[in-house]
């Protein structure tokens, strides 16, 4: 089974930044369509951005101009660099798998992390 596995997170003051990192095992010639989800303490669970293979991004209104989301094909990791945070960021961060391509048995879709903390103070 495909597992994915977040880092990067951390506690930091506002205006700074942080780099989330998300690898996913298995086998290479399985790609993925990727996204970030974010749930704050008493919160839903939301989306954050996402990146398919192609290199398409999407991202949620309230991340514009301060994440930006890119894929290693290669290394099968995503990242999230998030700039100029603000306190109501703090959350955990997760990954997910939205979509397998490849070979007819790759699989892992939907498949979730076990998120990365991500603090930010005022």
């Known amino acids: 089974q495909v597992q994915l596995a977040e880092s990067g997170g951390g506690s930091v003051q506002a205006g700074g930044s942080l780099r989330l990192s998300c690898a996913a095992s298995g086998s290479t010639s399985c790609r993925y369509d990727m996204a970030w989800y974010r749930q704050a303490a008493g919160k839903e669970r939301e989306f954050v951005s996402s990146i398919n293979i192609a290199g398409t991004r999407d991202y949620a209104t309230s991340v514009k101009g301060r994440f930006t989301i890119s894929q290693d094909n290669a290394k099968k990791t995503v990242y999230l660099e998030m700039n100029s945070l603000k306190p109501e960021d703090t959350a955990m961060y997760y990954c997910?798998?939205?979509?397998?391509?490849?070979?007819?048995?790759?699989?892992?879709?939907?498949?979730w992390g076990k998120g990365t903390l991500v603090t930010i103070s005022s």
């Open positions: 997910k798998i939205m979509r397998v391509w490849g070979d007819s048995w790759c699989s892992g879709m939907d498949t």
